[in-house]
Each structure stands twice: as C-alpha cells, then as structure tokens.
C-alpha cells in the first residue's frame, strides 16, 4: 500500500492561506468561510481545474461543482446548496 502525503503550507507566506501537496506545488488546498458556509477548494493534480465543495454550516448539507476556474467553480458550488434568498 502506498505512503499517504500531505499538504503543507507554503513557510514564506505570512499568513498562509493555501496548502500545496508535500512534492508537487501545482495541487493545492484552500478552505474559506463565513457564517453560513464553508467552501473546500482542491485543485487538479496539474493545477489546470477545480473541485469545490460547499457546506451549509446550519444544515451540513453539501455540493460540488467541478471547472477550470476557481472562482466560477466556486459560485456554482455555492448555488448547488440551493439556499432561498442566497
């Protein structure tokens, strides 16, 4: 069975915000939130596309939206949970 690896926070950023897989820069890992929702950004292995999840933080439901923007991938996730009035 393989070695399982980790991502590590880049030491030269103050603060870190984006966690990089130990080996290989391009695959990356951020978590934002805000009082409703938490949104778990990964990036393709070549850092070209996205996959986000986002979780309604009241409910725990969850969406994922897959594209080559982080951003718009993003904001699609987001809609995914379907909240009115969001």
Sequence with gaps: MA?????VADPGEHPPR?????????HRL???HD????????????GEGW???AVDRASRTWAVAQGRVQQAT????YNRLGRPGD
């Design 18 to 26: 984006i966690l990089r897989e130990s080996g290989n820069p391009d």
């Design 3 to 7: 070695r399982w690896s980790s991502f």
């Design 51 to 53: 996959t986000v999840i």
């Design 35 to 46: 009082a409703k929702t938490v949104l778990i950004h990964l990036s393709d292995e070549d």
């Design 30 to 32: 951020r978590v934002e």
């Design 74 to 77: 993003a904001a699609d996730a």
